[in-house]
T-cell receptor, first 112, second 115 residues
Framework: DAGVIQSPRHEVTEMGQEVTLRCKPI?????LFWYRQTMMRGLELLIY????????DSGMPEDRFSAKMPNASFSTLKIQPSEPRDSAVYFC??????????FGNGTRLTVT | AQSVTQPDIHITVSEGASLELRCNYS??????LFWYVQSPGQGLQLLLK??????LVQGIKGFEAEFKRSQSSFNLRKPSVHWSDAAEYFC?????????????FGSGTRLSIRP
């Protein structure tokens, strides 16, 4: 079991650029979560999917953020255009029914 | 509204001393609860979980937690801390018996160990 795989590990980009974060959940897991972690706000839930369908995106901060899950083994979180305040560590996590979340190692995003 | 409260932002204890980290939750459904630990620059690792049954659950690294429904609490304890326990600890809650439940986290408690 390779665990939840996120890419890239680090992303440095300039303000205004598009950023795409990627996540491969654990095979067999049917729920996928995107979280953002900052010193000020802690660990915020952005969006989560169940069986590839977005269930709750109320945590997505603005229309600049979008997430997709085209199939059970892949999800993306896109920020367009990016801003310096988007700098954070973004975590993807997956789970199956009533099981603990398994986290990826995160993507550290820096927007200059 | 769903929420998880960890009232202690930062705790410092001496090595060998006992530890209790507090967690209170508010959730509309029957909860299932977790504690995670995060070392600097790392992802989150599961310490323990409570779904049902015995309200005192054991986890890895010598940690345990007790679910108290009447107090909506799920406090984490360890009888004797080690320097390697210095990290950030997060409490989380989801809805039991739901196939698509929202899992939310507290703001975390940073634990420092005094030599």
């Amino acid at each position: 079991d390779a665990g939840v795989i996120q890419s890239p590990r680090h992303e440095v980009t300039e303000m205004g650029q598009e950023v795409t974060l990627r996540c491969k959940p654990i095979s067999g897991h049917n729920s996928l979560f995107w979280y953002r972690q900052t010193m000020m706000r802690g660990l915020e839930l952005l969006i989560y999917f169940n069986n590839n369908v977005p269930i709750d995106d109320s945590g997505m901060p603005e229309d600049r953020f979008s997430a997709k899950m085209p199939n059970a083994s892949f999800s993306t979180l896109k920020i367009q255009p990016s801003e310096p305040r988007d700098s954070a560590v973004y975590f993807c996590a997956s789970t199956s029914d009533n099981s603990p979340l398994h986290f990826g190692n995160g993507t550290r995003l820096t927007v200059t | 509204a769903q929420s998880v409260t960890q009232p202690d932002i930062h705790i410092t204890v001496s090595e060998g001393a006992s530890l209790e980290l507090r967690c209170n939750y508010s959730y509309g459904a029957t909860p299932y609860l977790f504690w995670y630990v995060q070392s600097p620059g790392q992802g989150l690792q599961l310490l323990l979980k409570y779904f049902s049954g015995d309200t005192l659950v054991q986890g890895i690294k010598g940690f345990e937690a007790e679910f108290k429904r009447s107090q909506s609490s799920f406090n984490l304890r360890k009888p004797s801390v080690h320097w390697s326990d210095a990290a950030e600890y997060f409490c989380a809650v989801g809805a039991l018996y739901s196939s698509a439940s929202k899992i939310i986290f507290g703001s975390g408690t940073r634990l420092s160990i005094r030599p």
